[in-house]
C-alpha cells in the first residue's frame, strides 16, 4: 500500500483537485491507498485571521467567514457533478460551516480565545476538504483522523503519542479500504478527547505516521513544486530540483526551513526505511525527489540550502562562567522546561560563553527563563544578563559529501566575506553534514545567492550588473550584453543580468534583470536620480556578486566608488577620473577592493579595448619591473594629426573628431592634453610609481587661453589656429616627418609633447585614431614590448568594458 498527502495547494483549485483525482484513481488501480489531504490552501491562515478579528470583537470576522464558505461552495458547486451526490456534500459541509460560525459567535461575544477553542476552530479546515475529496473520489472511505491520531500534552504543548497512535491505526485500517480519505494535520488529546493538531504544516507528518504505521511501501508527499529543490525556489531562481535524498540530508534541510516537508515527517518512516517520493501535482509526470536511506554519490559537496528566518541568537556569557558548574545543562533543561526549542548552539572552546539560536517568537520567553535561572550568578557578578539579538536568519548548507570535502569552511566563509556578510554565529555539528550560522535578516537574500551561485548549485553563474551612463559606450555596452547573452548563459554558464541602469537624471532597478529592449522608455518614464540617490539605491538592493559599470566622464559619479568597493561591489570604470584622481584616493580604491576581496576595474582608461594595463600587471606579477613607456595614447590627436592636411584645416579636423566620436564630449580635454596626461598617470601608477597630474611636464600645442571661456567661445576661436598649423604642417611635410602626441614616463619622469617623428620611428605610421604603446622592462630592453591597435571608439571601448566584467565573471 502506499500513502499519499495532498498538500494545501493541491486541494485549493479546481483544477489542482481534479488532477489529485487523476493521480489518485490511477495508483488505486494497482493497490490500496490512503490519501491525507490538507486544508484548501490558505485556508488555514484564514480560520486564525477571523479567530483573531472575532476574539477583538471586530465585526469583520463575518466577511471573512462568508468568504471561507463561499469558496468552499464554489468549489463543490464545480467539481461534484452528481446532484444527489452533491446534495449530501453540501448537508455536511453546512453542518460543519454551521457549527464553526457558533464557535466564533461565541469568540466574539466573550472576547476570549483559549487554546482549545484555537484548535477546534483550525480543525475545520482539514475536515472540510477531506469530505469534499472523499465525496469526489467514488468508492473512497472517509476515515476520522481523530479517532487514530493522539497526542498528549508536554511542557504545555501537544506532542504525538507514539504507541497509541500506531496501536490505533493499525486496528483502524486492518481491513484496507481501497481508497481511504483522511485529514491531515488534525488530532485529538488522549486524556481530554478535546480537538488538538500536529502543527503548521503537519499534514505531512500525519501521512508519514500512516505510512510508518502500515508499512507502507512509498509515502508520496503532492506538492506545488517538482520535489526537493536545492534552495527555497520563491527566494532562488536558480533553484533546482534534487533527484536524490538521504534520510539525515532531508531532515537537515527541513528542520532548517525547507518548507516542502515538515520536519517531523522523516523520522517515523526513516525508522522503517519506507522511502518518500516528493511530486508535483501540476506536473504528476516529473520524477520528483526521491528521500532513501542510501543514495547514489553526486560530486557536489552540498546538496542544498535552507534557512530559518526571524532567529535571536542569545548569548549566555560572564567574566568567568569557568566556575559556574553545568551551564550547558542548566540552558538546556531550564528552556526545554518552557517548552522553548534551540535549534542553534555555539561555543566558544575557552567556556566564557554560549550562544543559542531560538525564534524570534520564543525570545523574550526563553531570555526571561535564563535570566531567572541563573539568577544568582548573575547577582553575584560571576554572570552578565542575557543579551539577545533578534530579526537575525539562520542558514545551514547541508550535504552527506562534505565530510569528504576538506574547505567547504573556507569556501564558505570566505564567499560570505567577500560579499560583504558578517557572520554572527557559526554551528558545525561533528557529522560534517550541516553547517549552519546566523546573519542578520537583511543578508539573508544574498547569502542564499551567493552560496547557491558558488557551490555550484546553479546551473547558472550570476553577475549582477549596475550600468551607469547610457551615452555612446554605455549604449553600446547594453547592446553587446544583450547580444551574447543567450551566448554566455549556453556556453560559460554565465547569466549577466543587468539589475541597475542610470542615465545623468534618472535611474531603474530590477532585481530580476531589466529589459534590455525597452530601458530608455522606462528610463525616461522613471523617477528623476542622482548619483547619491543611485548609491543608496544599489546599496539597499544588498544583491549578491554585484558590479558598478562606470560608463560616464562624470566625477560625481567617480565619487561613489570607495563606498560601493566598501560595501563589496566590484567597480569597472571606462571613467578616468578616479584612477588619475589624487594618488592617495586611488590608492585607497584598489586596497579597498583588495581587502573587500572584489575587483576595481579601469582597463578601458588607457587604449580603449587594447590590453595595457592588464599587460603592465602581468609583467609586474611576473617579476619584470617597467622601466620606460613611450605611448601615443590619444586616438583623438592621432586623428587629428593624420586627418590634417592642405585641404582640411586644423580646426576642421578637431570638429571632425568630434563628429566621428572620437574625442571627448569636450574635446578641449584632449587638445589640452589632459585626456593624455591622465591615461600616462594612470600607466605609470599601475607601472608602480607614484605620480600626480601636475607631476607631468607638459609641452601642448594650442596656446592656454584658447581654454578659458566657454565651449562656445573655443569652437569660435579655433579657426585662428589654421594658419600657423598650415605653415608647420608644410615644413614636416618637406622634412618628411610627421606630428604625434606622445606621452613618455622615464624611470618616474613623466611628460607629454608634440614630438615630429622621422619615417623610422616606430610611430611614424601609426593611422587613424590608433594608439601605440612602447614597455621598456627589464626583460624587454633592447627591444621594447609594442601595444597598437584603435585607441578610442565606442564600441571598442564597450568591449573593453565587457572584457573587465568577464574578467570579474571568471575569479
Ligand atoms: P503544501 O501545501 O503542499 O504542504 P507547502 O507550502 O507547505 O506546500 O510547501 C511547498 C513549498 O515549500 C513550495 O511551494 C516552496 O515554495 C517551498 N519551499 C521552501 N524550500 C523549499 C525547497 N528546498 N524545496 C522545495 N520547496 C521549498
Ligand atoms: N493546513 C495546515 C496548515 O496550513 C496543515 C498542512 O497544510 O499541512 O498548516
Ligand atoms: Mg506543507
Redesign the pocket.
Known amino acids: 500500500m502506499k500513502v499519499l498527502?495532498?498538500?494545501?495547494?493541491?486541494v485549493?483549485s479546481v483544477s489542482s483537485i481534479l488532477s489529485l483525482k487523476q493521480i489518485v484513481e490511477k495508483e488505486a488501480k494497482h493497490q490500496s491507498i490512503i490519501v491525507v489531504v490538507?486544508a484548501l490552501?490558505g485556508i488555514t491562515d484564514q480560520l486564525i485571521k477571523t479567530s483573531l478579528l472575532a476574539r477583538e470583537g471586530d465585526e469583520r470576522w463575518r466577511k471573512e467567514f462568508d468568504a471561507m464558505v463561499d469558496r468552499h461552495h464554489k468549489m463543490i458547486d464545480t467539481i461534484i457533478t452528481d446532484t444527489s451526490e452533491r446534495e449530501l456534500l453540501f448537508n455536511k459541509v453546512d453542518t460543519l460551516f454551521e457549527q464553526l460560525q457558533s464557535i466564533y459567535y461565541g469568540v466574539f461575544l466573550i472576547h476570549d480565545l483559549s487554546h482549545k477553542t484555537q484548535d477546534t476552530i483550525e480543525s475545520y479546515g482539514e475536515r472540510l476538504s477531506s469530505n469534499i475529496v472523499a465525496s469526489l473520489i467514488r468508492g473512497s472511505k472517509w476515515m476520522d483522523a481523530r479517532k487514530f491520531i493522539k497526542t498528549e500534552k508536554e511542557h504545555g504543548r501537544q506532542r504525538l503519542d507514539t504507541e497509541l497512535t500506531n496501536q490505533l491505526v493499525k486496528d483502524t485500517f486492518k481491513s484496507l479500504p481501497r481508497i481511504s480519505i483522511v485529514p491531515g494535520f488534525i488530532a485529538e488529546d488522549r486524556d481530554t478527547g478535546d480537538i488538538t493538531n500536529l502543527g503548521r504544516?503537519g499534514?505531512?507528518y500525519t501521512a508519514s505516521i500512516l505510512a510508518a504505521a502500515l508499512d507502507a511501501e512509498v509515502l508520496e508527499?503532492?506538492?506545488?513544486?517538482d520535489?526537493?529543490?536545492?534552495?527555497?525556489?520563491?527566494v532562488i531562481k536558480e533553484?533546482y530540483?534534487i533527484n536524490e535524498l538521504s534520510y539525515a540530508e532531508a531532515m537537515e534541510?527541513s528542520n532548517f526551513?525547507?518548507?516542502?516537508?515538515?520536519p517531523p515527517t522523516i523520522y517515523p518512516v526513516c525508522v522503517k526505511n519506507i522511502p518518500i517520493r516528493?511530486k508535483n501535482?501540476f506536473n504528476p509526470q516529473g520524477k520528483g525527489t526521491i528521500i532513501k536511506s542510501s543514495i547514489e554519490n553526486n560530486q557536489k559537496p552540498i546538496k542544498?540550502i535552507?534557512s530559518i528566518k526571524a532567529t535571536t541568537v542569545i548569548t549566555v556569557t560572564g567574566l568567568s562562567m569557568v566556575g559556574v558548574v553545568g551551564v550547558n545543562r542548566r540552558i538546556f533543561s531550564s528552556l526545554a522546561a518552557n517548552g522553548i526549542s534551540v535549534f542553534l548552539v555555539s561555543q566558544a572552546a575557552s567556556e566564557n560563553n554560549t550562544s543559542i539560536g531560538v525564534k524570534d517568537e520564543d525570545a523574550v520567553n526563553a531570555v526571561n527563563v535564563l535570566n531567572e535561572e541563573f539568577k544568582l550568578e548573575i547577582e553575584d557578578g560571576r554572570m552578565f544578563p542575557m543579551y539577545a539579538e533578534s530579526g537575525l536568519a539562520t542558514v545551514a548548507i547541508v550535504g552527506e559529501n562534505m565530510k569528504h570535502s576538506p574547505g567547504i569552511t573556507g569556501k564558505l566563509f570566505g564567499t560570505l566575506g567577500r560579499s560583504g556578510i558578517s557572520i554572527i554565529a557559526i554551528a558545525q555539528g561533528a557529522s560534517e553534514m550541516n553547517i549552519s550560522f546566523v546573519v542578520k535578516g537583511s543578508d539573508l537574500r544574498k547569502s542564499l545567492n551567493v552560496l547557491h551561485d558558488s557551490f555550484f548549485l546553479s546551473e547558472y553563474k550570476v553577475l549582477n550588473l549596475f550600468i551607469c551612463g547610457v551615452g555612446t559606450v554605455g549604449g553600446k555596452l547594453i547592446e553587446q550584453i544583450k547580444k551574447q547573452y543567450e551566448e554566455l548563459k549556453l556556453h560559460s554558464n554565465l547569466k549577466l543580468n543587468v539589475v541597475g541602469i542610470a542615465s545623468s537624471h534618472n535611474a531603474i532597478f530590477n532585481r530580476e534583470g531589466l529589459d534590455l529592449d525597452h530601458y530608455s522608455e522606462e528610463l525616461k518614464a522613471s523617477e528623476p536620480s542622482n548619483p547619491e540617490k543611485l548609491r543608496d539605491s544599489i546599496l539597499q538592493m544588498n544583491i549578491f556578486n554585484s558590479v558598478f559599470v562606470d560608463c560616464t566622464a562624470s566625477k560625481d559619479v567617480a565619487d561613489l566608488y570607495q563606498s560601493l568597493l566598501e560595501n563589496n561591489i566590484s567597480v569597472v570604470a571606462a571613467n578616468k577620473i578616479a584612477a588619475s584622481g589624487p594618488f592617495e584616493e586611488y590608492e585607497l580604491l584598489k586596497r579597498t577592493a583588495l581587502q573587500r576581496g572584489v575587483k576595481f576595474r579601469f582597463e578601458t582608461n588607457v587604449g580603449a579595448g587594447l590590453p595595457i594595463i592588464g599587460t603592465i600587471n602581468d609583467l609586474r606579477n611576473s617579476g619584470d619591473k617597467i622601466l620606460k613607456i613611450e605611448a601615443v595614447l590619444s586616438g583623438t590627436l592621432n586623428f587629428i594629426f593624420n586627418e590634417i592636411n592642405a585641404d582640411i584645416p586644423f580646426s576642421e579636423t578637431v570638429k571632425r573628431a568630434k563628429e566621428q566620436g572620437y574625442s571627448e564630449p569636450d574635446p578641449r580635454i584632449d587638445l589640452s592634453g589632459k585626456d593624455v596626461i591622465r591615461k600616462l598617470v594612470i600607466l605609470t601608477r599601475e607601472a608602480g610609481y607614484k605620480v600626480n597630474q601636475e607631476d607631468v611636464e607638459k609641452n601642448l600645442f594650442v596656446p592656454d587661453e584658447f581654454f578659458k571661456g566657454s565651449l562656445e567661445d573655443f569652437w569660435k576661436n579655433l579657426p585662428n589656429l589654421d594658419t600657423d598649423f598650415e605653415q608647420r604642417r608644410q615644413r614636416l611635410s618637406e622634412e618628411g616627418k610627421r606630428w604625434r602626441f606622445v606621452a613618455t614616463m622615464d624611470n618616474c619622469r613623466t611628460s607629454v609633447a608634440l614630438k615630429e617623428v622621422a619615417a623610422n620611428h616606430p610611430f611614424y605610421n601609426l593611422e587613424g585614431s590608433n594608439n601605440i604603446v612602447l614597455l621598456t622592462t627589464e626583460r624587454y630592453k633592447e627591444y621594447p614590448m609594442q601595444i597598437q591597435g584603435y585607441g578610442a571608439g565606442a564600441s571598442v571601448t564597450a568591449a573593453g568594458v565587457f572584457a573587465n566584467i568577464m574578467s570579474i565573471a571568471n575569479i
Open positions: 498527502k495532498f498538500g494545501g495547494t493541491s485549493g490538507s490552501g504544516g499534514s505531512d508527499i503532492w506538492t506545488d513544486v520535489g526537493f529543490m536545492t534552495a527555497d525556489p520563491r533553484a530540483t534541510l526551513g525547507a518548507k516542502v516537508i515538515y516528493v501535482t542544498g535552507s
